[in-house]
């Protein structure tokens, strides 16, 4: 018989959080808008926003930043992270940048040659989007249908439909594409996770062509840990040797290292071997992220990345980390409540399309259900629909999501199993009574990026 294993940490310091009553839950949703981004955290009980940059960092990553070395140039602690980042990707040219979308910045505007080029992705992330935009070019979104059937299993929704890629690529003509970009593992569509065998054929394709392959690699540790488990052939591999051969698919990566670099803050940049890239990177870095031995970092953030990228690829910690968002995603699917499945590494994404048929997709469903967990367990949860969508540049008209998600982001070595059962039953509860839930209208609207600022008020 198996020995039964918790956590793989005890915990050694604690941040007190305190429900409040349900009228000042109530009360604080009014101010804000009926937008949770807007709520204040002490106003939070549990907070599922993100988990982005919201982890908890370990007794070795705290000593760590006490060996930061604050240089200007050429930071020891710097080489430190170079050497861990070179040795987990296989890469030669690793940069620095505060974040995700800083690294995204200095990337995408190398690689995206001329106005209107095509970016092609399984599907992209709302930042990742922005800087295709912004410098220029168009993102398309190429994710296997299978991602959009919310109920039925598959192991790799995060795949992408290599015919309908390969058939675009023709259309449009290789000299119009910028490059590939893998996110593993796919945000947007549940947390879901790529197939190493659909990597590697998005790589042939990409080759047959001449075209560029990127990862967006937030989250590539959690999806080496759904191959290892998912995937015939890579049972016996380590979860290091998984995440080498996904490099190995691609020219370079940009990575949010907010998620599986295991920090609250930091970005990397890492280009596999192409000089004249690396260079380009590096010359746009010193006006839009900083010198390129730093790149928007503290010398002890560079410590902390450099231990956590290695924390992130131990096995017990991933198994810990996904068991628990499974738990939460068993603990719904069990009670009937409709939810990405399987469910994702990072979080748990409930189908409101399904609990609310009576809110049109411009009334914001799965605003509601967020609103309504808020008040009903003080837990904020993150709306992945409509709302966030936005509206056709063009016409002006709201454009409709395919998937209307309340997303129950879990941050990382944070909330305990407890905490996972309590959203359980503020969840459940919730879609219980869901048809009394009403939809969403605009007190005010953002030009862009609205679901960050906007201000609702419900539907009479
Ligand atoms: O938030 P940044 O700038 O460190 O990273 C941007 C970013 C890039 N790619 C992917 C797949 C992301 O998920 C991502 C950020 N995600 C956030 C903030 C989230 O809440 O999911």
Redesign the pocket.
């Known amino acids: 018989m198996s020995v039964r294993k918790a956590e793989p940490y005890k915990i050694k310091m604690v941040e007190p959080i305190n429900l409040i009553p349900r009228e000042e839950r109530e009360k604080a949703l009014k101010e804000a808008g009926y937008n949770p981004f807007s709520l204040r955290a002490d106003q939070v009980y549990i907070d599922l ?5 919201t982890g908890a960092m370990s007794d070795r990553q705290w000593s760590a930043l006490m060996m930061g070395d604050e240089s200007y140039a050429g930071s020891r602690s710097f080489y430190r992270l170079l050497d861990v980042a070179k040795c987990i990707t296989g890469y030669k040219y690793i940069v620095p940048a505060h ?6 910045q200095i990337l995408l505007p190398n690689v995206i040659k001329k106005k209107g080029d095509y970016v092609l992705g399984n599907m992209h ?4 989007k922005a800087h295709i935009e912004i410098a220029g070019g168009r993102a398309v979104n190429f994710i296997d249908e299978k991602a959009f059937n919310t109920t039925d299993y598959d192991p790799f929704k995060g795949d992408f439909d290599l015919e309908k890629l390969e058939k675009f690529i023709k259309e449009k003509k290789a000299e119009n594409i910028a490059c590939i970009i893998v ?1 593993v ?4 569509a549940g947390g879901q996770p790529v197939s190493m065998a659909n990597i590697k054929a998005v790589k042939e394709i990409a080759d047959r062509y001449g075209i560029m392959v990127l990862i ?1 690699a ?2 590539y540790a959690e999806n080496a840990y759904f191959i290892k488990k998912r995937e015939a052939g890579y049972e016996n591999k380590s979860i290091r040797e998984i995440a080498m051969e996904i490099f190995s698919y691609a020219d370079g990566f ?1 990575m ?4 599986d670099g295991l920090v609250n803050m ?2 990397l940049v890492g280009i596999k071997d192409d000089e004249e890239l690396y260079t380009a990177v590096r010359s746009l870095m010193v006006p839009m992220e900083g010198f390129p031995t730093y790149g928007g970092l503290n010398g002890r953030d560079m410590e902390a990345l450099a231990v956590g990228l290695e924390e992130a690829l131990e096995f017990d910690y991933l198994e810990s980390r996904i068991g628990q968002v499974e738990y939460l995603g068993q603990m719904l699917h069990d009670a009937g409540v409709p939810i990405q499945w399987p469910v994702g590494g ?1 979080a748990v994404f409930v189908d409101c399309k399904k609990i609310c048929p009576h809110i049109p997709f411009n009334q914001f469903p799965a605003q509601a259900v967020c609103n309504a967990v808020y008040i009903e367990g003080g837990i904020r949860p ?1 709306e992945i629909g409509s709302f966030l969508l936005g509206r056709d540049p063009e016409t002006g008209e709201d454009l409709e999501s395919p998937l209307e998600f309340m ?1 129950l ?1 879990i941050p990382r070595r944070v909330y305990t199993n407890r905490h996972m059962e309590v959203i359980a039953d503020a969840v459940i509860n919730v879609a219980k009574n869901a048809e009394k839930l009403v939809g969403f209208e605009f007190e005010y609207e953002p030009k862009v990026l609205r679901h960050f600022t906007a201000k609702l008020r419900p539907v009479k």
Do not use: W, Y
């Open positions: 926003l993100t988990d982005s940059g974040q995700g979308r800083g690294a995204e992330f709302d930042t990742t996110t593992t796919c945000n947007s967006d937030a989250r940009a949010s290292a907010k998620k930091g970005g990072h993150v997303r982001t």
